[in-house]
């Protein structure tokens, strides 16, 4: 398992600093209130000799297309279930992730397309050790290695969200000189096949504020009109790691591969429940291929706006200790909300299966 702060003394700013760029935890003698992180094995890991091979393209089937429609494993007797929105978004009580057969596995993959978020509550999954984490989420398919954020040492699967009173990168890489901090995206959506079913567990949360809003791509599509779509459906866009890439190297940071920019449909098609979902977003997209550049900047701000206004097709999704998010990045954008205290602290781990090349609609 992954020791818990009472298992592994932090330690010093100088040892855990090793290896890493920026990030750093001040001696507990500065701050007595302070016991640091309770997961300290998450701490984020920075290592600029760390280098990545360029994304091989692999085979892919998503295991929803196995489940069985009922789902009798994920949704038996005494689970509780509450959708928090028509079109995005459903609470689970009652049954743990980590204890789920390939049958179960297989329905949760289907049920967090059809529902496009789950949220798990009163989960063990942070204390179940980083290999069995990795497993699990690797049933999903081939877990994204991230080329610049923060991993765990010895585990590149891990993308590591940290923030405390002494680190910040989420207001560095969005602009510190912003009045609001919202940024949607899908995660790396510039990999040639991008994330599907995507995890995400709790580890330290503010007591107030620090959730993540989610929109559906699907219902954003849904309210175009048809002859909007017709003109959609074809375009290609293109997403780019290159502004990701060199904000890290501007920080010198880590690029473990190259960046890469992909083109990837417009509107795309899910594999399992067929649906068409947008597949746009602030954070990656560029430009539309084929388009002039005024043309190209006019239809993406339309897109990026009619997703980001959409407040009836986005939920909030709030975290509690033990809670486990996953949504499935082909039919969503997310954005952080940093509205909590600078001074609080707030830790989390991500697992990004990568899925299949977008099938345009």
């Known amino acids: 398992m992954a020791p818990s702060l009472t298992e592994t003394v932090v330690q010093s700013t100088e040892t855990i600093s090793k290896g890493l760029v920026t990030l750093k935890l001040r001696p507990e003698a500065e701050k007595p209130s302070d016991k640091g992180p309770s997961y300290p094995f998450y701490f984020p890991y920075f290592d600029k000799d760390e280098k990545f091979p360029p994304t091989e393209i692999f085979e892919h089937t998503d295991p929803g297309l196995r489940a069985n429609p009922a789902k009798p494993h994920l949704l038996a ?49 942070k204390d179940i050790g980083a290999d069995r984490q990795i497993e699990i989420a690797r049933y999903f398919g081939p877990i994204q290695r991230h080329p610049t954020s923060g991993n765990v040492k010895g585990y590149p699967e891990f993308h590591v969200v940290y923030r405390d009173a002494d680190n910040d990168r989420f207001r560095e890489y969005v602009g510190g000189d912003r009045a609001n901090l919202t940024s949607w995206h899908s995660d790396v959506s510039y990999e040639k096949q991008p994330p ?65 920019e992909t083109e990837h ?97």
């Open 77 to 125: 007797d005494g689970v509780q279930r509450k959708d928090l929105s028509p079109y995005i978004g459903t609470e689970l009580k009652n049954v743990q992730l980590s204890q789920l057969s390939k049958e179960g596995l297989d329905e949760v993959a289907l049920f967090v397309a059809e529902r496009k978020l789950v949220v798990l509550r009163d989960q063990d999954f």
């Open 196 to 260: 599907g079913t995507t995890l995400f567990f709790i580890l330290d949360q503010p007591p107030l504020g620090g959730d993540t809003i989610f929109a559906s791509q699907v219902e954003a599509y849904n309210r175009l009109s048809p002859e909007f779509k017709k003109r959609l459906e074809g375009l290609k866009a293109v997403h780019s790691a290159v502004p990701q890439a060199e904000h890290s190297r501007s920080r010198d940071g880590p690029v473990r591969r190259e960046p890469v």
């Open 265 to 361: 449909p417009v509107v795309r098609e899910h594999p399992v429940t067929g649906e068409k979902a947008l597949y746009v977003n602030q954070g990656f997209t560029k430009r539309i291929v084929g388009f002039k550049t005024e043309e190209s900047e006019y239809l993406l701000k339309f897109l990026f706006d009619h997703i980001s206004k959409g407040a009836d097709f986005q939920i909030r999704a709030s975290y509690e200790p033990g809670t486990v998010i996953l949504w499935d990045n082909r039919l969503t954008v997310h954005s952080a909300t940093p509205d909590y205290s600078t001074k609080e602290r707030r830790h989390a781990v991500r697992l990004t299966p990568q899925a299949e090349i977008p099938i345009p609609a």
